[in-house]
């Protein structure tokens, strides 16, 4: 024989004998395990690690089979609609949020994007907490407003305000917890009783706390949405989003835009957070650890006016957060506030804390095994304006800490250095 296509040595049907053998992995498993296990079947070379499949399109069989495939929008045709590795990502994504089925998208905003793109109509209108991400506000007030959808902005933490913000045209609430950067908890359960009451889907921001500390679909959540450039990744170095949710909100609403408006993730790029996957929880509980020591830490220091760490006694929601995270892990995110009595020294405090650190990145990611410390005020919500800062609550003074993996003493050793040489 010659002239044979590529694989042609391999009969399809053993393939699918292979895929059937793995996607029946028994009912029941753990989040931890399903984390390393999840995914596509492997191909007929039998890798034990999951092939990054780099291709832009997908040899047909047959012109029968080819046009088959694309009417049905199944199997592989085209990477703008779905690629192994990508589908991998997905399966291990949703497997983990515990939800029927994931999609995968460039970034966490093109995740957001995807969301309101598949949901919602001109006329349509949204309420979603004012303590949420910056550029999550900005794409709401600003380029949705542009084509007719609207959104009120409430407390994240006062229902009351969320039920009075309900219009008859509701049609979506989006929440985030814990916020970025003052780590305000909502509570997910009451917040998607309230939404399905009025007839409304509930989406939740789940960057911070990854499937490792919270699963929002459980908690009542309809579309659990992440910037998978965060703790999913873990190690800074691609940006990737996802939104997760039921078979037929995946399929039959953002499955089509998806396909045409193609802000879809790139192969590489899901091949590393599909990898990243595999070490979340552990990464997870380490960074939890560490930014609980660092938070009691700072806690004791006199400069500082006040801490935000949901896993510190003194947080508002310290209980609620402790019920809705798995074994009372608080993340990676802490948040504080300088002494100063007014913005303009707040601002020079914080900026000599900054710039005396040796160890820390001075970046505006998180995600990170490496610490992060950041102004808010400069840089992620530099572009709201004053009163939106304001209403947000993030003062010249406050500076986020995206704690890592490093040892903790050597964080608060790092944070020592422009602490101890603050001039009152
Ligand atoms: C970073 C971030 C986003 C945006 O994600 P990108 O991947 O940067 O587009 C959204 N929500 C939260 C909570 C984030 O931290």
């Not at 552990?282 to 801490?307: G, Q």
């Not at 798995?326 to 990676?332: H, L, N, P, V």
């Not at 650190?357 to 808010?376: E, F, Q």
Request: with cysteine.
């Amino acid at each position: 024989m010659s002239g044979d296509k590529p694989n042609s040595e391999q009969p399809r049907v053993s393939d699918e004998e292979r895929r059937i053998a793995r996607a029946s992995l028994p009912e029941g498993l753990r989040t931890e395990t399903l984390a390393v296990r999840a995914a596509l079947a492997p191909s007929q070379h039998g890798e034990n690690s999951e092939a990054l499949f780099l291709t832009s399109g997908y040899l047909q069989p047959d012109a029968e089979t080819s046009a088959r495939r694309f009417a049905a929008s199944e199997d592989f045709t085209y990477s703008r609609t779905s690629n192994p590795t990508v589908r991998s990502f997905e399966a291990r994504l949703a497997a983990m949020e515990g939800t029927e089925a994931a999609v995968a998208t460039s970034t966490g905003m093109s995740a957001i994007l995807l969301l309101i793109m598949g949901l919602l109509k001109a006329g349509d209108h949204v309420v979603c907490s004012r303590s949420v991400f910056g550029s999550t506000i900005n794409l709401f007030a600003k380029e949705f407003g542009k084509f007719g959808v609207e959104t009120s902005f409430v407390s994240q933490t006062d229902l009351a305000e969320w039920r009075a913000a309900i219009k008859p045209t509701t049609k979506l609430f989006f929440a985030e917890t814990p916020t970025n950067p003052l780590t305000e908890v909502c509570d997910v359960a009451a917040l998607a009783e309230l939404a399905h009451g009025a007839g409304a889907l509930l989406a939740v921001d789940n960057s911070f706390c990854s499937p490792a500390i919270q699963q929002p679909a459980r908690l009542g959540a309809d579309v659990v949405m992440h910037s998978g450039t965060k703790y999913l990744d873990g190690q800074g170095r691609v940006m990737a989003g996802s939104l997760c949710g039921s078979e037929k909100l995946i399929k039959d609403v953002f499955g089509p835009v998806m396909r045409t408006a193609g802000m879809t993730l790139s192969p590489f790029n899901a091949w590393v957070v599909l990898k990243g996957l595999e070490t979340l929880g552990i990464r997870m509980k380490a960074h939890s650890e560490n930014a609980l020591k660092v938070a009691r830490w700072l806690e004791s220091r006199p400069e500082v006016a006040r801490v935000f760490y949901p896993g510190l006694a003194s947080h508002p929601q310290h209980e609620l957060a402790m019920r809705q995270h798995k074994d009372g892990q608080g993340g990676a995110v802490v948040s504080f506030e300088l002494r100063a009595d007014t913005p303009e020294a707040a601002k020079a405090a914080v900026f000599h804390v900054i710039d005396s650190t040796r160890v820390l990145s001075i970046a505006t990611n998180l995600g990170d095994t490496k610490s992060i410390i950041t102004h808010p005020a400069t840089t992620s919500h530099g572009r709201l304006s004053e009163a939106q800062r304001q209403a947000a609550g993030i003062g010249q003074g406050l500076i986020r800490l995206a704690v890592g993996l490093e040892h903790p003493d050597d964080i608060t050793d790092d944070l020592l250095r422009g602490l101890s040489t603050l001039n009152h």
